[in-house]
């Protein structure tokens, strides 16, 4: 995967610069914040904002990557192979109630296994139905921290190509959401952003002033959302555009006043 380091005034130059060096769209990459952007004083120690900008991989796997899922005796349907039916016909579509069929299931545990071996891991994955309509892919082996990556942003690109390329030739729909994780990381990560929404509520409940958190993808910034909403008084707001966008906890009825030295929490 392409990857360069890039500077900017702030970040959001920073991403721009990097987009147009790389010359795609922005969410055909993922972005880490190597640092932010720092004034100096009266001049001096002045230092601009630097990212590390990896273009994410092709939502289409690559032929040698199909070839070698035929491989195991499936036959082809269009694009991606499918499972064969069952001795009561059954297919790749949930079950009635939501639940996962096991050739569903199976077809993307298969896919995400040959995904990570030739991202050169020595992962193995099992699959779990949890307690929602999702069904979980769990990583497990002595690389999984590559898998997860900074803050599950690997992780994150992972789940999305496993489940744009599993449902390809399905209707909207029609298959459950492949949730992939590793080590309890999601558990983990779910569990800290509860905590830091909360002491950020307790904050603003105190002073009465804003605050804001650094950008984060939309998964994160659900469950900050979720967890807001159990104070009263307080509304929560992204703002930003693409995938990364900064939120903002603040007392309800100040939504449109712009909040002046609102502190930036750091997660």
């Keep these: 995967m392409r990857s360069i380091e890039v500077e900017g005034d702030d970040i959001d130059q920073a991403i721009g610069n990097a987009l147009r060096a790389l010359g795609v769209e922005r969410d055909r990459v993922q972005v880490e914040i190597l ?6 004083l009266l001049g001096f120690g002045k230092r601009k904002a630097r990212i590390r900008a ?3 991989l092709p939502l289409r796997v690559s032929r040698d990557a199909t070839e070698a899922a035929d491989s195991a005796s499936v036959p082809r349907e269009t694009g991606w192979p499918a499972a064969p039916p069952d001795a009561a016909g059954a297919t790749d579509r949930a079950e009635p109630g939501g639940r996962a069929s096991s050739a569903a299931t199976a077809r993307a ?3 995400l296994e040959e995904l990570l071996t030739r991202l050169g891991t020595g992962c193995t994955v099992s699959a779990d139905q949890d307690d ?3 069904v979980v892919l769990t990583v497990r082996g002595p690389e999984t921290a590559l898998v997860i990556g900074r803050r599950g942003q690997t992780l994150d690109a992972i789940e999305y190509v496993v489940n744009r390329v599993v449902s390809r030739d399905e209707e909207p729909g029609a298959l459950p959401r492949f949730i992939v994780d590793a080590e309890g990381y999601r558990a983990r990560r779910r569990a ?3 905590d830091l929404a909360a002491r950020l509520c307790e904050k603003v409940e105190r002073t009465g002033r ?6 984060m993808p939309p998964r994160d910034r659900r469950i900050v959302h979720l967890a807001v909403r159990q104070h009263a008084g307080l ?3 992204s703002h930003g555009e693409g995938h990364l966008r900064a939120m903002m906890i603040l007392p309800q009825g100040r939504e449109r006043r712009s909040p002046r030295g609102s502190g ?3 997660y």
Excluded: D, I, K, Q
């Excluded at 640092?35 to 100096?40: E, H, L, V």
């Design 35 to 40: 640092s932010g952007a720092t004034r100096g």
């Design 54 to 56: 990896t273009v994410r």
């Design 109 to 111: 545990a298969r896919f």
């Design 132 to 134: 929602t309509e999702s």
């Design 192 to 194: 800290y952003l509860e």
């Design 210 to 215: 804003p605050v804001t958190l650094n950008p």
């Design 235 to 237: 509304v929560s707001r």
């Design 264 to 266: 930036r929490a750091v």
